[in-house]
């Protein structure tokens, strides 16, 4: 009998293939954390210098190189919030109807090869079409309202998959439970699908968020203003937004040199508001999969 | 009057003819075990008993179900009253991720009651009925995820028996658990026949002869003998019968 560590040559060769493909497994996912490091790093390096209490509360000034982004905050937060409004109700319907109602009929699947094809559309051109239907077409104007259901459709397609895949996930064995118990479908979903798919479906509605906040094409032409320092006092107001901002004060500001710090502290807020969302998502998760074992 | 009787039952899976020609009668207070090798249809039968199969595209039924005389395939039956009074219990212990209370007092809640004093009290009557009151008294308000497979099933079990089934069926109830918790479900199932009249399907031939009064075999959809439990494992009528029970095959 051959002892144990008295390999073969062979052996020694299956052994090191082994050892070379997981090396160059780790160092691809060590890469791609360090890419990210270098984006956050370098942002904060060159933003952080911006940041102050005045930066984050006060409108922009002098052709905006000085002064802060509070308008183009506040805006970002009521796009998200209008935008949520509309996709997260009729996604999560949808969703719902796609697995629970219509699981494997013709209709899911040819709602879910359009809802994948919305995705893959240019979000440049969610932003022309928002401009055709809801600023000229039904007149509401560049405004909040426009912005929001232009957002809401890019949205969309990603809050339906979410919701779907969070169902799907759901074994099978606790609907014929409940359903052996004489609930009906809808009391089904409600009492027993849902709860259980909750965590994961408040996490992609999280996500969604954190896409909506960092797009810039869709509101281009439906509701962002160039330079607006005043508050929304309606959804038919315009309103400045951090993306857009970013864009402005970097390529067609009065002063692109003079804006360069604020620039970059208007990427690092934006950045923190998308990381702050995710680790909501995160928390948020874990915090609804406990609570859901004992309700 | 009968409790369950499936007459001429042929059911298909699209095309997949799985059950041929089924004819059972089932009385009151009986316990009648179905057994047969996997994918013979006992499972199958099972589920059309509480209408568990139309949750599946693409199935077909002929023939007529009759529960305590009614067609249970009528059309203007509802199927969630059915299944109010034809309770079943899965392979695969399926607790809900709700207290240990909330999983018991579920199937009163979705049929309208509210009173919370006689949920309580039909909570722990079914608890206890399914031989768990000791086990789980003290920790009511705690995940049921918290208990152990065997218990977990006693709490389904109880989950069904709550909303006072008249029929109970069990899919291989046991089958998932380990040889203690097995033991205990048979003496479960052996005292609720006072109460309920029961369906199971087993793989477990020593089960099918302890706990059951019929038995019938199943083999390739088609139900090969039907009798008393006792004459189906000394004197079966098919020889195929009798090579399944003494473990010649399957």
Redesign the interface.
């Known amino acids: 009998m051959t002892p144990i560590i008295q390999a073969k040559n062979t052996d020694k060769r299956k052994r090191y293939s082994q050892a070379v493909a997981f090396t160059v497994f780790k160092l691809m996912s060590y890469s791609v954390v360090a890419i990210l490091f270098f984006i956050l790093g370098f942002i904060i390096v060159r933003g952080i210098g911006v940041i102050s209490w005045d930066f984050l509360t006060k409108a922009p000034e002098e052709g905006m190189t000085k002064g802060g982004i509070f308008p183009a905050i506040i805006g970002t937060l009521c796009l998200v919030a209008g935008s949520s409004i509309f996709s997260f109700p009729i996604g999560i319907m949808s969703g719902i109807y796609m697995n629970e109602y219509a699981a494997g009929s013709k209709v899911a699947t040819f709602i879910r090869i359009m809802t994948n094809n919305l995705s893959g559309v240019p979000s440049v051109v969610f932003g022309l079409f928002g401009m055709a239907l809801f600023v000229n077409t039904m007149k509401f104007g560049d405004s909040i309202l426009a912005g929001s259901l232009t957002l809401g459709l890019l949205s969309l397609p990603l809050v339906i998959r979410t919701t779907e895949e969070s169902l799907k996930a759901i074994d099978n064995s606790y609907r014929e439970g409940s359903l052996a118990l004489g609930a009906t479908k809808l009391q089904t979903i409600q009492k027993v699908v849902l709860p259980m798919a909750f965590p994961n479906i408040i996490t992609g509605l999280i996500l969604s968020i954190g896409r909506v906040s960092g797009e810039t094409a869709p509101i281009l032409f439906t509701v962002a203003a160039y330079f607006l320092p005043k508050l929304p006092t309606s959804i038919f107001n315009q309103v400045m937004a951090l993306p857009y901002h970013l864009y402005v004060i970097s390529t067609s500001g009065t002063n692109v040199e003079a804006s360069r710090g604020i620039a970059y502290g208007t990427a690092l807020v934006l950045i923190v508001i998308v990381l702050l969302v995710n680790l909501l998502a995160n928390f948020l998760r874990n915090y609804f999969s406990k609570k859901v074992k004992t309700n | 009057m009968l409790t369950i009787d499936a007459k001429n039952v042929d059911f298909y899976y699209s095309e997949f003819h799985a059950l041929k020609n089924i004819s059972l009668e089932v009385e009151k207070n009986k316990v009648v075990a179905l057994i047969g090798p996997s994918g013979c249809g006992k499972s199958t039968f099972l589920r059309l008993l509480?209408r568990?199969n139309d949750?599946i595209?693409g199935t077909r039924m002929t023939g007529s179900v009759l529960f305590e005389g009614e067609d249970i395939y009528a059309p203007n039956v509802h199927v969630?009253?059915l299944?109010?009074k034809v309770?079943?219990v899965?392979q695969?212990p399926?607790?809900?991720?709700?207290?240990i209370f909330?999983n018991v007092a579920?199937?009163l809640?979705?049929?309208g009651i509210k009173d919370e004093t006689f949920i309580e009290q039909r909570v722990v009557e079914s608890i206890k009925s399914a031989a768990l009151w000791d086990e789980v008294k003290d920790k009511m308000?705690?995940?049921a995820?918290a208990l152990s497979g065997g218990q977990q099933q006693r709490l389904?079990i109880a989950?069904?028996l709550a909303?006072s089934p008249k029929v109970v069926l069990m899919d291989e109830p046991a089958s998932a658990l380990d040889p203690i918790s097995t033991a205990k479900i048979e003496e479960l199932i052996y005292e609720l026949k006072k109460d309920y009249t029961i369906i199971i399907v087993t793989h477990n031939m020593q089960q099918a002869s302890r706990v059951s009064d019929k038995t019938a075999y199943f083999y390739l959809g088609e139900m090969i003998e039907f009798d008393e439990t006792t004459k189906i494992f000394t004197n079966p009528k098919e020889h195929s019968t009798q090579n399944y029970v003494t473990g010649r095959f399957g």
């Open positions: 509480n568990m949750l595209p969630d009253e299944r109010k309770g079943m899965f695969k399926n607790p809900f991720p709700k207290t909330e579920y199937g809640r979705v049929n308000k705690k995940s995820f389904c989950r069904a909303i």
